[in-house]
Structure formats: C-alpha cells, structure tokens
C-alpha cells in the first residue's frame, strides 16, 4: 500500500523557491576529460613574461638541481674512500674535503633557489593581473542579458576566487613542475649508471602507482569544480543578503536567512572535505609506493653487496637517490591535483572570457554622426523570453526635438522601449532608426555617448560628489560641475555637506536621501549634454517642493533634445509634445494630454485614478 505524501507547508515550499535561486546554469559541475587546448591557453598568459626571465630562470632550476644530485654521490666516495675505503686506512683530508664541498654545494642550491623563487613570483603576479584585467575589461563589454541570468555574487566570485585560485600554480606550480621532472630524469640515469638491476627493480613500482591514482584524478577534479560551485552560491546569497538587508530586517527574517547561510555553509564545507580528502590520497599512495621500493632497495641490495657488484657507499647513495626519487613523484601527484583545481576554476573563468556580448559593434560599423534626435521604431518585436513578446509591433515616429511621455500600466513596455533606443538590447523583429540610420548599423558607443538615461534608482559611486557628476563627462572642469549642480538646484545641499563637492559618499551614496541622489542624477545628465535624453521615473523620488524648483531646470535640460520620459506623475508629463500610452506591448492611444483627457480613453483613465487617491 503506497504512503500518502504529506503536501509540503508554506514555509517548506518558499524555502524550496529559495534553495532553487542559487542553482545557477553557469554554476553547473562541468564533467568533462582534461582539456588540453584550455591547458595551452591558460598558459599562453606566461608567454611574454617566460621569455624575459625564462633563461635566468632555467639556469637557477638546472644549478640547483645539478647541485642537489651531486650531494649523494659524494657522500658515496667519502664512505668507500675515506671512511671504510678498501685498503683499510680512512682518510681525514679527503673526507674533509668532500664534506667542504658539500657544503659549497648546499650554499649554491641555497642561492639558485632564492633567486628562482624571486623571478617566478613575479611572473606569477604578472600573469594574475593580467589575467584579472583581461576578465574585467570583458565583462564591461557584456550586454544586459548576460547579468539578467546571473546575480552579482556569482560573477563577482569569478573575478576573485577564481582568479586567486590560480595564483600558486602561476607562481610556483609551473617551475615546481620543471625542477621536478629534470630532477627525476637525472635520479634515473643515475640510479641506472650506477646499477642498471637495482635500479630497473626499484622502479617496477612506478607504473604500478600511476594506474592506481588514475582512478582517482578525475573525481578529483569534479570535487574541486564543486568546490567552486558552492563557494560561488555562497557569495551570490551574501550580495543579494546584503543589498536587501532592510527588507530582512523589516520583515524579521534573520533567523530564517541565517539557517539557509548555515546550510550553504555546511554544504560547502562537505564539499571542501571530500575534496580535500581524495588531494591527501595520493600522499599515502606514495609512501605506501616507496616503502616497497624502499624494501626491494635493501633486499636486492644487500645481496649485490654480497657478490660484490655494489659497494656499501654506493647503496648509500643508492638509498638517498631512491628517496629523492619518490618526493617529486609526490610532488607531481600534488601539482596534479593543484592543476585540476585550476583547470576547474579556469573552465569557469574562460566560460565567461569566451561569452559573447549580444550587443555588438556589427562589421564595418561607423560612428554615428551627431545626432539630432529623429527617431522612428517600424514595427518593433521583443521578446525577453521565447514565445513571451514585451513589444507587439510598435510604430512610433519622433520629431528631432520633441519631448515623449510614455505611459501606462506596470509591464505594458515603456521600458523596453528606452532599453531598445539606448540599445541594451535589440530588436527580435523590426528596427529602430535614427537620424535614418539604423543604430544596429552603428558603432555602440558613439551611440550611447549622444544619449542620457536618468534611472529612478539611480547609482552613486564610492567617491566625492563632484566624482559622481563629472561621470557624465570626465573631462569637465570644476566651474562646469558646479555650473551643472546650480542648474538642477543642487548646490544648495551640496554646500551644506562637511566637505561641500569633495564629500566623500560610500557605495550607492546611502549617505544621501533619494531625492538628493536623484539631484545628482540630473545634474550628471545634464553635464553630459546628450543628444537623446531618456527619464525613467525619474522625479519619482523628489518631493513635491524640490520637483517644483526641478520643472524650471527640466526646461533648460530638455530643449534642443528629443527626450523619452516615462513617469506616473501627471505634471511631469502633462507638458509633453506626445504622449504615447501602452498597454501589454502595444500602443493604444497618441496625443497631447488635451487630447487624451477629450477622448476618455486609457489615459484619462489613469488621470482619474491618480486624482482619486490624491
């Protein structure tokens, strides 16, 4: 008889809805063989640095190498020479001599190591910061529908965890890796030359450790992929937890925001472990390797001993030999495992270097003139999501200079409209023209430079005041700032600050009221002097005093330009030349508001609705 599941309570339920937030397509496991072509690229980043430092950095890893294989056979000729040589009388001068070399020879491995160490940091360093840079500058280049996927935390992470995560490959891994294969391919013609039985039978083990960790390298690389896969969630919910924390708090959610931190938490510390645990896998795989060869050394040994084909100082060195022999197969196991670690982080950093921005500067694109603002969508299509149009066939002409209201209910389009015009995204169907040319035929940022967008959030930057208005236009001078802060009444409050203009504001200027920073908003736009100029409920958040003194400023802002206005607030809109109303997608009525307010329509409607709750 089967059970009846019990339905899942609300709370449950909403939980669920949380967890599947953080199960991100980018942050998928990637289960797939060594890539080799992204091993080459990864590396292609040393390229200009190796071939300045490279011969240094050869003759550092081949002294002291060379120096450190030397050790053991000397120590060979002061046992069989000087201490238990074969005529029976030992040799003080001669063992003080090799011992004096000895030492010389330490003091070169000594030296060559410290300056091996210096140069490959920084190479390392180098190619980190490049690497870093070149993450960055590509991700500015990304078009809006790249981060409606993804939360902040989870890009952020890629830029810093994951670019760190290969800093000790960079600057250590890499040489690590060539002193230790030139270091066991000298320990085995030694090994031979000195014993060709002793030492093929010390090396039958060999093949034998590598077959068995095979096995385990690429579950290796899944657990670290994981790893990164976890500690990406965890920084996304630490981003959205701490943007939203008033909310959080408003509505007494820390309790409930904590446990499911708690759970990531718990979950990427598993992660960590199990990963963790398969890395320390190979240090014993390798004893246990060594101790047998260690075994066979000393059985066979003693017997060729006994024959006379080795003497007691060479199976002396013969020993040393073989236990320098399984450290850097140690080594390699652990640089195995560093570089999985690696590979996983740089799949994630090159999925992202290798994203292409949606909206691009298309092939001979030329810069648009200057503009003068006329301005025609012909049958415009878009859809955010297959099959889920937010615009069905616009038809809209703008005169160079008009100023258009664009008006309706939430989700009817009006900002999709000014996302097309500043070409966030583009059309799925149609065009949109300026001037007569249609802006997928011109290059994005002569584009973008000849049009402002005033948000109602608007962003403030970690900086002065006077930083964050001249981001309209980096090379004003100071009188033009200021001259742009009088024009949208500013000034006045700016003044009043501790260090006037030279303020200093943290992220997203919360030092500010809303108001102000939508003040600063504007005097921004206006020190920009577009051509085109977008107000997306902009004086939403100015209060009834200050948007009466902004109206006057409004005027000067907006003459001369064609201006896309999309507010509730009637006198923000009354004035407008054209006011477009939308509704699911489409354009629905056109006029002035005298002519809106006589047909009784849509628009009148929402007129009538704002007076009602006035």
Same mark, same amino acid.
């Given at each position: 008889?089967?059970?009846?599941?019990?339905?899942?309570?609300?709370?449950?339920?909403?939980?669920?809805?949380?967890?599947?937030?953080?199960?991100?397509?980018?942050?998928?496991?990637?289960?797939?063989?060594?890539?080799?072509?992204?091993?080459?690229?990864?590396?292609?980043?040393?390229?200009?640095?190796?071939?300045?430092?490279?011969?240094?950095?050869?003759?550092?890893?081949?002294?002291?190498?060379?120096?450190?294989?030397?050790?053991?056979?000397?120590?060979?000729?002061?046992?069989?020479?000087?201490?238990?040589? @074969?005529?029976?009388?030992?040799?003080?001068?001669?063992?003080?001599?090799?011992?004096?070399?000895?030492?010389?020879?330490?003091?070169?491995?000594?030296?060559?190591?410290?300056?091996?160490?210096?140069?490959?940091?920084?190479?390392?360093?180098?190619?980190?910061?490049?690497?870093?840079?070149?993450?960055?500058?590509?991700?500015?280049?990304?078009?809006?529908?790249?981060?409606?996927?993804?939360?902040?935390?989870?890009?952020?992470?890629?830029?810093?965890?994951?670019?760190?995560?290969?800093?000790?490959?960079?600057?250590?891994?890499?040489?690590?890796?060539?002193?230790?294969?030139?270091?066991?391919?000298?320990?085995?013609?030694?090994?031979?030359?000195?014993?060709?039985?002793?030492?093929?039978?010390?090396?039958?083990?060999?093949?034998?450790?590598?077959?068995?960790?095979?096995?385990?390298?690429?579950?290796?690389?899944?657990?670290?992929?994981?790893?990164?896969?976890?500690?990406?969630?965890?920084?996304?919910?630490?981003?959205?937890?701490?943007?939203?924390?008033?909310?959080?708090?408003?509505?007494?959610?820390?309790?409930?925001?904590?446990?499911?931190?708690?759970?990531?938490?718990?979950?990427?510390?598993?992660?960590?472990?199990?990963?963790?645990?398969?890395?320390?896998?190979?240090?014993?795989?390798?004893?246990?390797?060594?101790?047998?060869?260690?075994?066979?050394?000393?059985?066979?040994?003693?017997?060729?001993?006994?024959?006379?084909?080795?003497?007691?100082?060479?199976?002396?060195?013969?020993?040393?030999?073989?236990?320098?022999?399984?450290?850097?197969?140690?080594?390699?196991?652990?640089?195995?495992?560093?570089?999985?670690?690696?590979?996983?982080?740089?799949?994630?950093?090159?999925?992202?270097?290798? @994203?292409?921005?949606?909206?691009?500067?298309?092939?001979?694109?030329?810069?648009?003139?200057?503009?003068?603002?006329?301005?025609?969508?012909?049958?415009?299509?878009?859809?955010?999501?297959?099959?889920?149009?937010?615009?069905?066939?616009?038809?809209?002409?703008?005169?160079?200079?008009?100023?258009?209201?664009?008006?309706?209910?939430?989700?009817?389009?009006?900002?999709?409209?000014?996302?097309?015009?500043?070409?966030?995204?583009?059309?799925?169907?149609?065009?949109?023209?300026?001037?007569?040319?249609?802006?997928?035929?011109?290059?994005?940022?002569?584009?973008?430079?000849?049009?402002?967008?005033?948000?109602?959030?608007?962003?403030?930057?970690?900086?002065?005041?006077?930083?964050?208005?001249?981001?309209?236009?980096?090379?004003?001078?100071?009188?033009?700032?200021?001259?742009?802060?009088?024009?949208?009444?500013?000034?006045?409050?700016?003044?009043?600050?501790?260090?006037?203009?030279?303020?200093?504001?943290?992220?997203?200027?919360?030092?500010?009221?809303?108001?102000?920073?939508?003040?600063?908003?504007?005097?921004?736009?206006?020190?920009?002097?577009?051509?085109?100029?977008?107000?997306?409920?902009?004086?939403?958040?100015?209060?009834?005093?200050?948007?009466?003194?902004?109206?006057?400023?409004?005027?000067?802002?907006?003459?001369?330009?064609?201006?896309?206005?999309?507010?509730?607030?009637?006198?923000?809109?009354?004035?407008?030349?054209?006011?477009?109303?939308?509704?699911?997608?489409?354009?629905?009525?056109?006029?002035?508001?005298? @002519?809106?307010?006589?047909?009784?329509?849509?628009?009148?409607?929402?007129? @009538?609705?704002?007076?009602?709750?006035?």
């Amino acid at each position: 008889m089967a059970t009846e599941r019990k339905p899942k309570s609300s709370k449950e339920s909403v939980r669920g809805k949380i967890e599947e937030r953080f199960v991100y397509q980018d942050d998928e496991v990637i289960d797939k063989a060594f890539d080799w072509r992204q091993f080459r690229r990864l590396f292609a980043y040393m390229i200009p640095y190796a071939k300045q430092m490279l011969p240094l950095i050869i003759l550092m890893t081949v002294l002291g190498t060379v120096t450190k294989l030397a050790v053991p056979y000397l120590t060979s000729l002061a046992i069989d020479r000087a201490i238990v040589p @074969e005529n029976g009388q030992t040799s003080l001068t001669l063992l003080y001599g090799i011992t004096a070399a000895v030492l010389v020879l330490y003091l070169i491995q000594w030296a060559s190591g410290v300056y091996r160490i210096k140069y490959t940091n920084i190479i390392g360093q180098k190619v980190i910061y490049d690497l870093r840079a070149d993450l960055f500058k590509h991700i500015q280049k990304l078009s809006f529908n790249f981060f409606d996927k993804r939360p902040a935390g989870s890009v952020l992470v890629r830029v810093t965890n994951d670019v760190n995560s290969l800093q000790e490959l960079f600057t250590n891994g890499v040489v690590n890796l060539m002193i230790d294969c030139v270091q066991l391919a000298g320990i085995v013609v030694i090994l031979l030359l000195i014993n060709w039985k002793l030492g093929l039978a010390v090396m039958i083990t060999v093949p034998i450790m590598f077959l068995i960790s095979t096995k385990l390298r690429q579950k290796i690389r899944i657990a670290w992929q994981e790893v990164r896969m976890k500690n990406s969630r965890i920084n996304s919910h630490l981003n959205e937890s701490i943007q939203g924390i008033r909310v959080t708090q408003a509505y007494t959610q820390e309790r409930e925001n904590m446990r499911y931190f708690d759970s990531m938490n718990l979950s990427s510390k598993k992660s960590w472990d199990k990963a963790s645990a398969m890395n320390q896998g190979f240090g014993p795989l390798i004893e246990i390797t060594g101790g047998i060869g260690t075994f066979v050394l000393f059985v066979l040994g003693v017997y060729l001993i006994q024959t006379g084909e080795l003497t007691i100082g060479l199976l002396v060195a013969f020993s040393n030999y073989v236990g320098n022999f399984w450290d850097p197969i140690n080594r390699l196991g652990q640089m195995y495992n560093q570089l999985l670690v690696a590979m996983a982080s740089s799949e994630r950093i090159f999925e992202f270097i290798d @994203e292409e921005p949606n909206i691009a500067d298309k092939l001979g694109a030329k810069p648009i003139p200057a503009i003068t603002g006329g301005i025609r969508f012909n049958q415009v299509v878009f859809e955010y999501e297959k099959g889920r149009p937010a615009l069905k066939g616009i038809d809209l002409d703008v005169r160079p200079g008009q100023s258009i209201a664009l008006v309706g209910h939430t989700g009817s389009g009006k900002s999709t409209i000014i996302n097309l015009l500043s070409r966030f995204y583009d059309p799925s169907r149609g065009s949109v023209v300026i001037d007569g040319q249609d802006i997928r035929e011109v290059t994005v940022q002569s584009l973008r430079s000849q049009i402002g967008v005033v948000l109602q959030d608007t962003f403030i930057f970690s900086g002065t005041i006077r930083d964050n208005i001249r981001f309209g236009r980096l090379d004003a001078t100071d009188e033009e700032v200021e001259a742009a802060a009088r024009a949208v009444d500013a000034h006045d409050f700016i003044m009043k600050l501790p260090a006037a203009y030279n303020t200093e504001v943290e992220e997203r200027g919360n030092v500010l009221s809303m108001g102000q920073r939508q003040l600063l908003s504007f005097a921004r736009a206006l020190l920009a002097n577009p051509r085109i100029l977008i107000l997306d409920e902009a004086t939403a958040s100015i209060d009834t005093e200050t948007e009466l003194k902004i109206q006057e400023a409004l005027k000067v802002l907006l003459k001369g330009r064609t201006s896309f206005i999309v507010a509730h607030r009637l006198s923000t809109i009354r004035s407008a030349d054209k006011i477009i109303v939308l509704d699911h997608g489409e354009i629905k009525e056109t006029g002035t508001h005298r @002519e809106l307010m006589e047909q009784k329509g849509i628009y009148y409607g929402l007129v @009538e609705a704002q007076f009602r709750y006035l």
